[in-house]
């Protein structure tokens, strides 16, 4: 077991549905620049990353990109769907 300084670290591991929750719940509220928003975009891999939409797509019946675009409006908003679009992007040359 991890300590820090003695104490005991309790790691919990995220998963899919986990960041997808985290993503709907900022899109419904309109709130993009949040920081586990900003965590879960810049720190997943491309593989994560599209595991996580396509979730998101299953849990919601909807796509993240067309979701963000009909309730947000911002910088942040243009960022995640150029990265969404890259991700669209090598899927398609990943098969």
Do not use: W
């Not at 960041?19 to 891999?45: C, G, H, P, Y």
């Not at 595991?51 to 908003?77: H, L, M, P, V, W």
């Amino acid at each position: 077991m991890d300590t820090n300084n003695g104490h005991p670290v309790h790691c919990v591991r995220q998963t899919e549905v986990d960041f997808s929750d985290q993503l709907s719940e900022a899109i419904r509220e309109k709130q993009l620049q949040r920081d586990e928003v900003v965590r879960i975009i810049s720190t997943r891999s491309k593989s994560q990353l599209r595991a996580t939409f396509q979730q998101y797509k299953e849990d919601r019946g909807t796509d993240i990109g067309k979701d963000i675009n009909e309730q947000c409006r911002s910088q942040t908003k243009q960022g995640i769907l150029l990265h969404q679009k890259r991700q669209n992007a090598c899927t398609i040359h990943d098969k």
